[in-house]
């Protein structure tokens, strides 16, 4: 199947600092990428969709000043998490699917797990 | 995207057959039903989907009762590795449109 890949797999930083975490489709074009945040022992919660070219469309209650999406290609997809703070601190998971076919799974990568400190 | 019910948790023997069931009593006719996979600390993972038929892979079967409200997923010899949490979706199938997780079921695969 097709892989997407995720980088850093794990960052710690500081309060106030920001964070930008990748998302890339490694052998297929991904006209739509979505971002997703996990907290511990808890669901998968969908923060934004971005398609390539366009801007991201946010979840309910999901800052778009915070949570910056930039998907400047068709293999990569940006997540900054602006000024974070501990409260931020979650797996963020990304997914990404072609487009292109009536039926289109979506490949999920492998997470980051981020730490405000 | 119809809402999907599903067991908090399950337990099964190592070898023996795995059936997680879902209720979907509200899904409608263009609706897929998916399951995928979480294990532990990694992104989930794709099992199987269907519409009406049921529906088998390397890694498990698909079975859809006939008016659609529910499903059932089979892993026929579960392993340790089978261990995480199953959820189970129903989605039109169409890219564009998100997947909407539920709190699935964890799944325990016992030695």
């Known amino acids: 199947g097709a892989v997407v890949s995720q980088h850093p797999s794990r960052v710690i930083c500081k309060s106030g600092t920001s964070v930008k975490i990748e998302c890339r489709s490694l052998?297929?074009?991904?006209?739509?990428m979505f971002w997703y945040r996990q907290f511990p022992k808890q669901s998968l919660m969908l923060m934004a969709t971005?398609?390539?070219?366009?801007?991201?469309?946010?979840e309910q209650g999901v800052e778009k000043d915070k949570f910056l999406i930039n998907h400047a290609s068709l293999t990569l997809s940006t997540l900054t998490v602006t000024s974070a703070h501990p409260e931020d601190s979650s797996f963020y998971i990304c997914?990404?699917?072609?487009?292109?076919?009536?039926?289109?799974?979506?490949?999920f990568g492998p997470g980051t797990r981020l730490t405000v400190l | 995207d119809a809402k999907t019910t599903q067991p908090p948790s399950m337990d099964c023997a190592e070898g023996r057959a795995a059936n997680l069931p879902c209720n979907h009593s509200?899904?409608?006719?263009?609706?897929?039903v998916y399951w995928y996979r979480q294990i532990h600390s990694q992104g989930p993972q794709y099992i199987i989907h269907?519409?009406?038929n049921n529906e088998t892979n390397e890694m498990a079967s698909l079975i859809i009762t006939e008016d659609r409200k529910s499903s059932t997923l089979i892993l026929p010899h579960a392993t340790l590795r089978d261990t995480a949490v199953y959820y189970c979706?129903?989605?039109?199938?169409?890219?564009?449109?998100?997947?909407?997780f539920g709190s699935g079921t964890r799944l325990l695969v016992r030695p």
């Open positions: 052998d297929f074009q991904a006209t739509t």
């Open positions: 997914s990404a699917a072609t487009g292109l076919a009536a039926f289109d799974e979506q490949f």
């Open positions: 509200t899904i409608s006719g263009n609706e897929y």
């Open positions: 979706i129903a989605h039109t199938g169409d890219s564009s449109y998100k997947l909407i």
């Open positions: 269907g519409l009406k």
């Open positions: 971005s398609n390539e070219g366009s801007k991201a469309t946010y």
